[in-house]
């Protein structure tokens, strides 16, 4: 849920900052500068969530191999293909 809400309060401040950026530089108001100015501001958002899943410890990694190694055995047993 933090993710969530950080993220999109990310994605606001860095659109403004950088729609600012680009009026100081007069870079003209059309599609193109839109468009850069919401790429730019997702990254901004997608880092900030990244790293709050990263201080929560949700990096969305898989579990220990040894795990896997057990889940697969248990499966291959109960579907009768570890018998030959």
Known sequence: MWNLILSTIAFV???WYIRRYLDE?????????????????YMVSWGAGEMV?????NTGKPASATQDKTDFSRQI?????GQY
């Open 25 to 41: 530089y007069g870079i003209p108001k059309g599609m193109t500068r839109s468009l850069l100015v919401f790429l730019l501001a």
């Open 77 to 81: 047993k109960a579907a009768g293909l």
């Open 13 to 15: 401040i860095a659109a």
């Open 53 to 57: 899943d990263w201080a929560q410890g």
